[in-house]
């Protein structure tokens, strides 16, 4: 693989990371924030891949697994919490459930 | 029977007594008095029975002196008053050390039951337990063993002698005191039970204190005479004992007053400890006279003679000498009773008791038999002086106590321990009397105290009249009352002291002081007689017309205490008064094995002299002993001094006889306005000694404490404070950051890994500009970022 693949690849890997950052900041609605979320974990797995082809070592590839599963996992259990609720306060605007400020 | 093994009981019947009126308080109304006096009684047969089991060992004892004497050793110098004991050879020293000095006593770990070897103490060691057993850790050090023991013998049988009889008639007489009669309703005191626990409490610390074998069972008792003091001065605490003090101050001030010679007796305890090894008195007078001693305990050592000081100051303390006599006045505010029992016939006499037991140790430090001699006399003339001003009946006798207990410390500091004793002995006697006469009075009066307001009780209240005037008589000091007896005999022994090479002036300024003392005694004695019993009343009509005697409880024992004041003189007759051979000098012979040990073992070892009998007194000086004409010789005019004493005393009666007999005021109110003001400023004021005490010790620590509280309120409070505040204000800023904003804080993290990152990968080499930061383990980032891929680079070429 030549080097611009690898090159475009970790600039891809950087821009899904930044829309994802940018997604958990300005966006107000919880599944878009997880959306965003799940961007930047793909971002990661994007660049543990690239990195992992370009030196031809598979820890990399491994790891994504993990990250996968751990991100499947998350989801279930975000979305539960996202469920339950939406179930007590019929919407789900990240910024209006504020009640652990100080 | 052996009445010595059971001596235990003694205390212990006394604290179940205090026990049962203590927890059945309210249910036991007047049966607490009952229990008291009971119990009370009780250990006074007891008491009578060990004395009289002491004196048949010690008569024993003196059975096989005389024996040894009579197959004594050949007097070399063949003059038998003096045999200088550095001319003797080692057997015939043996056979007087056997004789005189202490033979060794307590095997700790198998106390013998008697003590009836030639000379020495008669009486028994009863060991109940043992208490505090720690060994030392360190080679130089000594172990420390406290045994719960009680020591009987001679002084400690006379003490328990008069303590349970004092005792059981003062029990019996507040039995009467603490009811009121009106007009044939009887009303009980609501703290009845209470006091007669209090009372009893304060009997069994009492006999604790004499009966302890060391000194801190003695201390036991020393603390717990303290602590009933202090509950019975404080009885009425809720009432006003005088303009400046309630009752409950003056309990206060005696207990703190107190505390100050406590500190002073446990230094003491602790230096001797430290120095001897032990605690126990005989222990410590054996190793003192036999054993070898540290440098510094031997004669006028340096740590004896601050040992003794510092025992000295607590004596001062418990037994009301300058410089801590100040509260024996104010102690006046518990009940009458209480007065005469604790304020002036036993507990202030435990100074006196603990330095006739300490004999050996005081005759070891003339400085501080030097010092005691002083403030004995200065007490005595201090409180003699404030006794001739006051109003209150119970503050003159208040005072006339502190100058009695000058006159036994005066009698100790020029070596008489037996005289001073004999003096406590027969003091004890007169001094209950007097108290409880004016008891009576105050009963009588419903608890008016003013003398000025008094007069014409004569014919009111008879048998308490004639017993104040016993006991007045006696302690001004007439013949053949008791306190002619004790107090002539110790002026003589401060007479004979001055007798000496040195030190003569000495002892003559003491002389005329106690003379001069004894002077106002007899004036301020019968001031008060007069002004309370005869002459026109000052009393309103309608107050005198309701006067009258005391019921049979109080009467009865003012009668037996007034025969009392005139008969206990006669147990120690002097033979230079009048001679009666063998029943010359009872009281004193009865003593001399354990008050006279000190001057004996000084007579023979310090000053090489074998004869047994010391002059008494004269003792101290070691002048009078190297001079031999004087030794053992010295019969000075006894006869003179007591009639030039007596014509003192008479002095001081005419006074007070021509300014107060016929209860006339005026003829004093004018002396008062004449030359003689000062006197009688000094005399009302008491010396001003509380004032003086007030402004330095009090407003010193006041202004100290103050001072202290400025430091606390606003250095210490204000760093406590300050962080608080700090800490607030910090957190009133910081919680704003969580503002319950997710997204915010998933920023923060973010900005925070950002900066992490940035940290590891290039922060240290940036940071730190000019050095090798390459090899710097800090960063393992840095190098898996850079150098690995560099690495990787490379090998994948």
């Known amino acids: 693989m030549g080097e611009s693949i690898f090159e475009a690849n970790l600039i891809l890997s950087l821009f899904l990371f930044t829309v994802g950052i940018l997604g958990v900041m300005w966006k107000r609605n919880a599944i878009s924030l997880f959306m965003s979320v799940e961007l930047m974990l793909n971002a990661a797995n994007l660049a543990f891949v690239t990195f992992a082809f370009q030196h031809g070592i598979i820890d990399g590839g491994i790891l994504v697994l993990f990250i996968m599963t751990v991100a499947a996992a998350e989801a279930g259990v975000g979305l539960a919490i996202f469920i339950a609720l939406f179930r007590v306060r019929r919407h789900l605007r990240v910024d209006e459930h504020d009640m652990l400020h100080g | ?797």
């Open chain 2, 1 to 797: 029977m052996d009445f010595i093994g059971l001596v235990w009981l003694i205390p212990a019947i006394m604290a179940i007594a205090a026990l049962i009126n203590g927890l059945g308080c309210r249910k036991l109304g007047e049966k607490a008095g009952y229990i008291s006096v009971a119990a009370m009684v009780f250990t006074f047969l007891l008491s009578a029975l060990i004395f009289f089991q002491v004196r048949g060992i010690a008569n024993e004892a003196d059975h096989a002196a005389v024996a040894a004497e009579a197959s004594r050793v050949d007097n070399p110098t063949g003059n038998p008053g003096l045999v200088k004991w550095n001319t003797m050879n080692a057997a015939q020293q043996a056979v007087l050390r056997a004789q005189y000095t202490f033979a060794p006593i307590m095997d700790p770990e198998n106390p013998m039951p008697w003590e009836t070897s030639a000379r020495d103490g008669a009486g028994g060691h009863v060991h109940l337990w043992t208490w505090i057993d720690v060994p030392s850790v360190f080679a130089s050090e000594h172990d420390l063993r406290v045994d719960m023991a009680f020591h009987v013998d001679q002084l400690t049988a006379i003490f328990l002698l008069f303590i349970s009889f004092v005792g059981s008639l003062v029990f019996i007489y507040a039995t009467g005191y603490m009811r009121e009669d009106h007009h044939g309703k009887v009303e009980i005191d609501p703290g009845y039970a209470r006091f007669f626990s209090y009372l009893a409490l304060f009997a069994a610390s009492m006999y604790i204190l004499i009966l302890g074998a060391n000194f801190v069972v003695m201390f036991i008792g020393w603390e717990g005479v303290g602590l009933c003091s202090y509950l019975l001065i404080g009885f009425f605490y809720n009432k006003q004992f005088n303009e400046k003090l309630s009752c409950a101050d003056a309990g206060k001030k005696a207990f703190i007053v107190n505390r100050v010679g406590d500190f002073g007796l446990m230094l003491g305890m602790f230096l001797i400890f430290w120095g001897l090894g032990s605690l126990s008195f005989q222990t410590i007078i054996h190793s003192l006279t036999m054993g070898e001693v540290p440098n510094g305990f031997g004669y006028s050592g340096v740590f004896i003679t601050a040992a003794t000081l510092l025992l000295f100051l607590g004596a001062t303390g418990k037994s009301a000498q300058i410089p801590l006599f100040i509260w024996l006045p104010d102690a006046m505010a518990g009940p009458t009773p209480v007065s005469a029992l604790i304020h002036a016939a036993t507990m202030v006499t435990a100074g006196v008791y603990m330095l006739a037991r300490l004999n050996v140790l005081y005759m070891l430090s003339p400085t501080t038999l030097a010092v005691v001699a002083v403030i004995g006399a200065l007490t005595a003339f201090v409180a003699a002086v404030a006794g001739c001003a006051q109003r209150g009946i119970k503050k003159i006798l208040a005072y006339s106590t502190v100058s009695q207990l000058g006159f036994m410390f005066l009698a100790i500091g020029v070596g008489s321990f037996a005289i001073g004793i004999f003096h406590v002995f027969t003091h004890a006697f007169f001094k209950a009397c007097l108290f409880l006469a004016a008891g009576s009075v105050i009963h009588a009066l419903h608890h008016e105290e003013d003398v000025f307001k008094m007069g014409g009780l004569w014919s009111k209240m008879p048998k308490t009249a004639i017993a104040y005037l016993a006991a007045t008589i006696a302690i001004a000091g007439f013949f053949p009352f008791a306190g002619f007896f004790s107090k002539d005999e110790i002026l003589y022994m401060v007479h004979s002291a001055a007798q000496g090479d040195a030190n003569s002036l000495f002892y003559t300024t003491l002389y005329a002081l106690g003379a001069f003392t004894a002077l106002l005694t007899a004036f301020y004695m019968f001031r008060s007689f007069f002004l309370t019993f005869t002459g026109k009343t000052r009393m309103s009509e309608e107050k005198y017309s309701h006067v009258h005697e005391s019921p049979i409880s109080m009467s009865g024992v003012l009668i037996v205490l007034a025969i009392c004041s005139l008969i206990v003189g006669w147990v120690n007759i002097p033979s230079g008064l009048i001679p009666l051979g063998n029943l010359n000098s009872l009281f004193w012979g009865f003593l001399e094995p354990i008050t006279d040990r000190g001057a004996m073992f000084i007579a023979q070892d310090i000053y090489g002299y074998t004869d047994g009998k010391v002059p008494y007194g004269a003792v101290v000086v070691g002048e009078v002993m190297k001079d031999g004409t004087i030794y053992g010789n010295y019969h000075g005019p006894e006869l003179l001094l007591a009639i030039l004493s007596m014509g003192i005393a008479a002095i001081g009666l005419g006074i007070a006889w021509m300014l107060y007999k016929d209860g006339n005021l005026e003829k004093a109110a004018k002396l008062v306005k004449s030359p003689l003001r000062p006197f009688w400023n000094i005399s009302l004021s008491a010396w001003k000694w509380d004032e003086f005490y007030d402004a330095l010790f009090v407003a010193g620590s006041w202004r100290a404490s103050k001072a202290v509280l400025w430091v606390d309120k606003y250095i210490v409070d204000g760093i406590v404070n300050g962080s608080g505040r700090v800490c607030r204000a910090a957190g009133i800023r910081l919680r704003q950051m969580q503002n319950g904003q997710v997204q915010v804080y998933g920023l923060v993290m973010f900005i925070g890994a950002c900066l992490f990152l940035l940290y590891f990968a290039f922060g240290i080499s940036s940071f730190t500009e000019n050095t090798d930061s390459y090899s710097d383990p800090a960063s393992p980032l840095r190098d898996t970022l850079t150098g690995q891929v560099e690495n990787a680079e490379q090998s994948d070429q």
